[in-house]
């Protein structure tokens, strides 16, 4: 697996976004994520975009962080907040997820970021076993969704 920084507005990108709206909207219904994110919000020093590539050249991971500080939505100063994991269907269980996740993980740290926190939802049953499985402890609720049941929040000191 090739792992390379890109910005959220490059066509992988768009992409594998695109394909994680739809699976949102198949497991939630609706428009998918409507969480406000902006190309800007992955560029260095107060974030990052990764795209992981297998050994034909084709985008088949991604995830980002953003820098997020204290906030009327929850977050606290020093967060790094993970964004759009994924993984295409036909490369799951390879340990893909937990590649890009560590990257992250540590880009936000030698950034300077002290928590990395994220939002998933109770549909997603394979990514809270990833999180909790990778040190991530349920925190208090931030976000767009914090106000939502179905919304679950977690969190890791980097």
Request: charge should be negative; charged fraction near 30%.
């Amino acid at each position: 697996m090739n792992i390379r920084r890109v910005r959220f507005d490059h066509p992988d990108a768009v992409t594998l976004n695109d394909e994680v709206q739809a699976e949102y909207q198949l497991r939630y219904g609706g428009d998918g994520d409507a969480t406000a994110l902006d190309t800007t919000d992955f560029d260095p020093p107060r974030g990052a975009y990764l795209i992981a590539y297998d050994e034909l050249d084709r985008p088949v991971a991604t995830g980002g962080w953003r820098s997020q500080d204290l906030n009327d939505e929850g977050n606290e100063n020093g967060d790094a907040e993970l964004k759009r994991m994924y993984v295409v269907a036909h490369m799951r269980g390879r340990g893909l997820a937990r590649r890009m996740l560590a990257a992250l993980e540590e880009d936000a740290r030698t950034a300077g970021r002290i928590r990395m926190v994220l939002e998933t939802g109770s549909k997603q049953p394979e990514a809270v076993t990833l999180y909790t499985s990778s040190g991530y402890e349920p925190c208090a609720k931030f976000g767009y969704y914090r106000f939502h049941e179905e919304s679950l929040c977690f969190a890791k000191k980097l």
